[in-house]
T-cell receptor, first 113, second 111 residues
């Protein structure tokens, strides 16, 4: 099984940068995903990391260190619409299904004017 | 447009009743999943199916049942054996990268 930890809530100002950390423990690692979920809606895919390093996609970047069991999601130039919950999810090497993920509880990001 | 359709969006159930949540996809994905979301907790896997006529239990399958008679459809039945069924239910499909495509969810409340 896996233990995935991320902060419960973070607050930041519009235009600023926020970094959401995620730590995990797993017997075998095969990829880490970040999803965004607005209140009452379905999660949407943001990023995928399987190798160490930084993946950049517009205002969002995701970093992975497999040796440390650590990832972060970086949100730059924050906009009000970025207020949402951000979910960290890990896939194990032993899984028999590509979409069988273990999710953290999510980090609620509140963007203030 | 391709996507996943869940229905109903809101559902109320009385004690002792079975209810079925519908999930249909037109993304031509082989794999489909049912996740449950409770406040303050991560999504938890109920059942998943890699191919038609085959499905596997996830981490919290007790009190639930599924079928996969067609590639496009993966309905979930919440039975009376599920002791705490009030939750937000999310259906998803995936391609081989593992990226999950979610439906809009079904919110079940037990009266």
């Amino acid at each position: 099984g896996q233990n995935i930890d991320q902060p419960t809530e973070m607050t930041a100002t519009e235009g600023a940068i926020v970094q959401i950390n995620c730590t995990y423990q797993t017997s075998g690692f095969n990829g880490l995903f970040w999803y965004q979920q607005h209140a009452g809606e379905a999660p949407t895919f943001l990023s995928y990391n399987v190798l160490d390093g930084l993946e950049e996609k517009g205002r969002f970047s995701s970093f992975l260190s497999r040796s440390k069991g650590y990832s972060y999601l970086l949100l730059k130039e924050l906009q009000m619409k970025d207020s949402a919950s951000y979910l960290c999810a890990v896939r194990e090497t032993t899984t028999d299904s590509w979409g069988k993920l273990q999710f953290g509880a999510g980090t609620q990001v509140v963007v203030t004017p | 447009d391709g996507g996943i359709t869940q229905s109903p969006k809101y559902l109320f159930r009385k004690e002792g009743q079975n209810v079925t949540l519908s999930c249909e996809q037109n993304l031509n994905h082989d794999a489909m999943y049912w996740y449950r979301q409770d406040p303050g907790q991560g999504l938890r896997l109920i059942y998943y199916s890699q191919i038609v006529n085959d499905f596997q239990k996830g981490d919290i399958a007790e009190g639930y049942s599924v079928s996969r008679e067609k590639k496009e459809s993966f309905p979930l039945t919440v039975t009376s054996a599920q002791k705490n069924p009030t939750a937000f239910y999310l259906c998803a499909s995936s391609r081989q990268t593992g990226e999950l495509f979610f439906g809009e969810g079904s919110r079940l409340t037990v009266l």
